[in-house]
């Protein structure tokens, strides 16, 4: 996949907090030197990246983060992937069907391509020594540094709940956890992760200066800005797993076909790519662009003045022939959940391993070695 930031579909300004607040600038430079480096000697990374189970992910996680991790993996970087079954409690009261959305993730997961001899896929409630590290990281931390992280803020604002958990505030420090207990240094993220990449540096930073006794202990990890393109639901706004106007990438090719005609797209004949003006229209030319090649103004030329349903015929039939051996694969998988587990089974031993190596060298520095 090419690595140049995709064309957005939508002139509107993302919702949240600025893309300063979030330090996006500075990220994206970065980024651009990481590639090279990443290119030029992927065995010096370890990745550590992961979801929250939270139900089916959709194209837009395809093609902005998963399709990125995949790729590093077939870069030969070593991969972890952390299924964030406790961090998923910050916006829920209970979880409902753990087991189920864990599943479903751990087949979105293998259907895309991260694949479980060469990558670790895990969840948090299976790893105890990365649990521990919570308790150290939070003597870390101050509680203004807390309340003040500016995604934790706008999930706030935005949650359902009656009351804000403990965990809310906590789980930047918990996701420090779990890039440092696999001393990863690399975290592909979408922008909203920044500010929790920043306590994860801000943690190791204070541990090594702390208990390390003059060596680091714990690498200071760096964010890898994915380049995601803001692909538009099938009504007209952002994507979403909740909005009901996502295509599932567990979706088979039929219901993808009928998601795609229902999709909203505007009065003029005439093809064109214009995300300002024509937002779902050029979302739809920019799926179409994604998933086989060529630029979203060459996929509008070719269908010119065939109208909206010559465009969703052509999107519809670039999306399906995408996504045809991923749906094999997820079908592969899905007939053997003895085998799931047992790959579930097997991230979770070797994460463990990794977790209580870490555990040890961060008691042995801070003198807890008794
Ligand atoms: N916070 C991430 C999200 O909401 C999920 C996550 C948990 C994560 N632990 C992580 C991402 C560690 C990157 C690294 O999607």
């Known amino acids: 996949m090419d690595t140049a930031p995709h064309p957005t579909a939508t002139a509107a300004p993302a919702p949240g907090p600025t893309a300063d607040a979030l330090g996006v600038p500075a990220a994206r430079a970065r980024s651009a030197v990481l590639e090279e480096l990443i290119r030029a000697d992927p065995g010096r990374f370890r990745v550590l990246t992961g979801d929250r189970p939270t139900g089916r992910l959709h194209l837009g996680h ?85 309340e003040r992280n500016p995604t934790v803020k706008d999930e706030i604002a935005h949650s359902r709940q009656s009351s804000v958990s403990g965990l809310m505030f906590t789980y930047p420090a918990h996701q420090a956890a779990d890039i440092l207990f696999c001393k990863a240094n690399l975290v592909p993220v979408g922008r909203d992760q920044l500010p929790h990449l920043e306590v994860t540096r801000t943690v ?37 797993k909740s909005r009901g106007n996502a295509i599932a990438l567990a979706a088979d090719a039929d219901e993808t076909a009928r998601l795609i005609r229902g999709a909203r797209t505007d009065a003029e004949r005439h093809i064109t790519y214009d995300p300002a003006t024509r937002p779902e229209v050029s979302s739809l030319l920019l799926l179409a662009s994604l998933c086989r090649g060529g630029t979203p103004e060459e996929i509008a030329s070719g269908i010119g003045g065939g109208g909206a349903a010559a465009l969703k015929r052509t999107v519809t039939e670039a999306v399906n022939e995408h996504l045809a051996p991923l749906r094999a694969r997820r079908a592969q998988y899905a007939r053997d959940r003895g085998q799931l587990r047992r790959i579930l089974r097997d991230g979770n031993a070797r994460a463990a391993a990794v977790a209580d190596a870490t555990l040890a060298e961060v008691r042995a520095a801070m003198g807890n070695d008794y």
């Open 62 to 146: 395809y093609f902005g983060t998963l399709h990125n991790r995949v790729r590093l993996q077939d870069l030969g970087v070593e991969t972890f992937v952390v299924i964030a079954d406790y961090q998923v409690l910050t916006d829920r009261d209970v979880a409902d069907d753990p087991a189920g959305h864990v599943e479903e993730l751990m087949l979105d997961y293998l259907a895309t391509g991260i694949d479980p001899a060469r990558s670790t896929i895990f969840t948090h409630s299976a790893v105890p020594a990365l649990n521990q590290l919570l308790l150290p990281f939070l003597g870390l931390v101050s509680v203004a540094e807390l």
């Open 204 to 240: 190791a930073r204070r541990f090594n200066d702390r208990y390390g006794a003059g060596t680091a202990v714990l690498p200071r990890p760096e964010a890898l800005l994915s380049s995601a393109p803001l692909l538009l639901g099938t009504d007209g706004a952002k994507m979403g």
